[in-house]
């Protein structure tokens, strides 16, 4: 399990709690780092990162059941 230094109420704004709480919710179902970026236009972009391929093929078969 990777493991993640969770930000405070003071490090972020209020709307970004949310962000934090997906990220968070995310990473133990798969089991990696996940990241999570809100952009200016409105969308997003969500990094997640694997090790190995063994790795990737275990978070694809995750993701698509």
Known sequence: TVEYKKPTKSMVGVANLEIIADEEQLRNY????????????????????YYSIEELKRIINRITG
């Open 30 to 49: 798969l089991d990696t780092r996940v990241k999570i970026e809100e952009l200016e236009d409105g969308g997003g972009r969500i990094t997640i990162d």
